[in-house]
């Protein structure tokens, strides 16, 4: 846990619950998150990692407890905030959510649209982005006429081309093969060593090997006792 | 292209209603331009005194124009209009009819509730005996214009109601079938603004084009309907005194469909729901 001390907090959260109908998600979760750190959220399907990251951008809102996201209280946030939010932290999705008429320079160029960036920093900040996950020459090619592994490495480039503090990735291997997840892991762990936080959620535990950093579990809806593995 | 003709239809019905209120007033406007109030002397009313009363009503500035019709004139045209009847008055005497001032109001002092105000005022003049002008006329034309007025304003909230229904549904169709976008931009830190006003934009091009289309229509059934008149040779001369709107009667119909195309995508935009992400 020193490392966790020295380290600035970037993800906090405190005593969070969540409540859908009568069904528990979260109870009671609490850790912190340094700035740097590469964690795995672990934990089966509906353990609630997917709704905990959702919480981290504001889409889902505690029923008790706070949750800090870059040094904002991300649970008194406004709405009108949210967006601004949004755009320090990345998020890629197991279904990679790529816009099917968009081209792969299009999809990636979106969150600098939304924020009115200048054409010429698009291009810019786009093509460094799909660089960084070598898919560059795809660039004018439409999501479908991409394999899975390019689909997902779009969908980073879509999360990295803010340069977000934090990077969220839920279920990021869920479609893809052993190879495939090494090399997203890899361009994970690139990005972290950056200085992105990098947090994944996954029940994969190929991933959890391949990762070997700091692990924090959610088993119905509870964070179990920390397991550290060292690399 | 459906939701821009079904607009197109339902306003142009309201302009129809609104054609016909515009002429109808234009020719209210015309028969309350022809009412001329007759502002009688008193029998014994010495010339200095006249001129006191005429000097009065010129410096009134609801009066137009002042017409002078002395007791001679005023027999003078009795017997023109009626010379059967012209011995009765031989028989009299005397000249009974009574001196008399015909006056014009200025258009802004034409409104019944102004002539009746004016009348009043006009009956306390010394030298004055009575004020009269057509009152059950002015009257009865100003009900119907205001019976006009109010079916125009029901019929034309109801149809603008059924614009915005028609535009909102067209704009929620556009907002479901964009759906995993607007989700998409939501979670990559799109404000709401910039999610809004593309169909706030697609709303308003809606209801522009939508009014366009409609003057376009009711400018050709306008037309055809002047022709129909002339060729019939029914109503001569009365197909040059409708008309059709102004420029700028123009210019405020696009501008009002437009703003009932931005009201009809923020309609679907609330009822979308804020947040899909």
């Given at each position: 846990m020193a490392l966790l001390e020295q380290a600035p907090k970037m993800i906090q959260l405190i005593h969070v619950s969540k409540q859908y109908d009568q069904r528990l998600a979260l109870s009671d979760v609490t850790f912190e998150i340094g700035k740097g750190e590469f964690v795995l959220l672990m934990g089966?399907?509906?353990?609630?990692k997917s709704t905990l990251l959702r919480m981290l951008i504001g889409a889902e809102r505690p029923d008790e407890g706070q949750i800090f996201v870059h040094q904002k209280n991300v649970t008194a946030l406004k709405s009108s905030d949210v967006p601004y939010l949004r755009r320090k932290v990345g998020t890629v999705f197991q279904d990679f959510r790529l816009l099917p008429k968009k081209s792969v320079f299009d999809n990636v160029a979106l969150p600098l649209l939304v924020q009115g960036i200048s054409p010429a920093d698009i291009r810019r900040k786009v093509t460094e982005a799909l660089r960084a996950v070598g898919v560059e020459h795809k660039r004018d090619q439409l999501p479908a006429a991409l394999s899975t592994g390019e689909q997902q490495r779009v969908c980073i480039a879509r999360a990295i081309v803010n340069g977000p503090v934090v990077l969220l990735a839920d279920e990021p291997t869920g479609n893809l093969d052993p190879a495939l997840t090494s090399e997203i892991i890899e361009l994970f762990k690139l990005i972290n060593a950056r200085g992105t936080t990098v947090v994944v959620a996954t029940h994969d535990p190929l991933v959890m090997a391949q990762v070997n950093r700091r692990v924090l579990t959610l088993s119905q809806g509870r964070l179990l006792p920390e397991q550290r593995v060292l690399g | 292209m459906v939701a821009i003709l079904t607009t197109a239809f339902t306003l142009a019905c309201v302009g129809v209603f609104l054609l016909l209120y515009v002429n109808l007033r234009a020719a209210a406007g015309w028969l309350q331009d022809d009412i001329k109030i007759m502002v009688y002397l008193d029998e014994r009313l010495a010339s200095d005194s006249v001129a006191e009363v005429e000097q009065h009503l010129r410096a009134d500035r609801a009066v137009a124009s002042l017409l002078f019709i002395s007791k001679e004139q005023a027999l003078g045209e009795f017997k023109a209009q009626f010379p059967s009847e012209s011995h009765l008055l031989d028989g009299?005497?005397?000249?009974?009819l009574p001196a008399s001032f015909v006056v014009a109001l200025n258009p802004s002092f034409r409104s019944v509730d102004a002539i009746k105000r004016w009348a009043e005022r006009v009956r306390q003049i010394a030298g004055v005996s009575k004020v009269d002008y057509n009152q059950d006329w002015i009257d009865a034309l100003a009900t119907v214009i205001r019976s006009i007025e109010l079916v125009a304003i029901g019929i034309g909230v109801i149809l603008s109601a059924a614009a915005v229904t028609i535009i909102a549904n067209t704009i929620r169709l556009t907002l479901f079938a964009r759906r995993d976008e607007i989700a998409i931009l939501r979670l990559i830190g799109a404000t709401t603004i910039f999610i809004r006003v593309p169909y706030l934009m697609e709303g308003a091009v809606l209801g522009a084009l939508g009014s366009t289309l409609s003057l376009v229509m009711l400018k050709f059934m306008y037309e055809l309907f002047r022709q129909q008149m002339r060729t019939t040779g029914r109503f001569a001369g009365l197909d040059n005194l409708i008309a059709f709107f102004p420029p700028s009667v123009c210019l405020a119909l696009v501008a009002v469909g437009m703003g009932l195309g931005v009201a009809g995508s923020f309609v679907s935009i609330r009822r979308f729901g804020e947040a899909k992400a």
């Open positions: 089966p399907s509906g353990a609630g | 009299l005497g005397q000249n009974p």
